[in-house]
């Protein structure tokens, strides 16, 4: 019995890491990966006007309703187009990116899941604060917002979503981490 129990649990823990290993795989990444696989958003669009969309994000709750600090902050990442507009190219086109733990990277996947080009945003949910300590001394803090807009290009009518990653610095290499993906309808 013991033995069949622990067969058992052996042949779900090999299930649970078949669909967790690759779920984790897919939400971290090194940022020079997809530099190096997916065109820039820029090179994608030219000249062409395209449409942007600007997005409520819903990025943590907040009991006092104000800015939280990381250590505190109970990510919710809830996605929401509340308007569009039309831009027009040509864009700013990344051809060096500097990585930077204060941006976003938002990637335009097609129907297939396929990834047609990234783009690189400041992280709107950032605020910088700097208090006086115990000595009366000003120290620097980071603080977020737990409701922010997030403006995006959608880069052709092909583009069904945009994965939204934070950039992580893990002392080697900066790494994509998901924190959720924005739905997109383009009439």
Avoid: C, K
């Avoid at 864009?91 to 783009?119: F, I, K, N, Y």
Wanted: net charge negative; aromatic share 6%; charged share 20%.
């Amino acid at each position: 019995m013991d033995r069949t129990v622990r067969r058992l649990q052996a042949l779900v823990f090999l299930a649970w890491v078949a669909v967790a290993w690759p779920a984790s795989a897919q939400t971290e990444r090194p940022a020079a990966d997809l530099a190096g696989a997916v065109p820039t958003v820029a090179s994608v669009v030219a000249d062409a006007e395209v449409p942007q969309l600007h997005v409520r994000w819903q990025v943590a709750e907040s009991p006092s309703g104000g800015p939280v600090r990381p250590a505190d902050m109970i990510p919710l990442n809830r996605f929401a187009v509340v308007a569009r507009s039309s831009l027009r190219g040509p864009l700013v086109r990344e051809r060096d990116p500097q990585w930077s733990e204060h941006d976003l990277v938002v990637v335009a996947v097609d129907g297939t899941g396929r990834e047609t080009s990234w783009q690189r945003v400041r992280d709107p949910r950032i605020l910088r604060a700097e208090l006086p300590g115990p000595t009366g001394e000003l120290t620097g803090d980071v603080l977020y917002r737990p409701e922010a807009e997030l403006v995006v290009v959608v880069p052709d009518a092909t583009t069904t979503g945009l994965h939204v990653y934070e950039t992580h610095w893990t002392g080697e290499q900066f790494v994509l981490r998901q924190l959720g993906r924005i739905n997109v309808t383009v009439p």
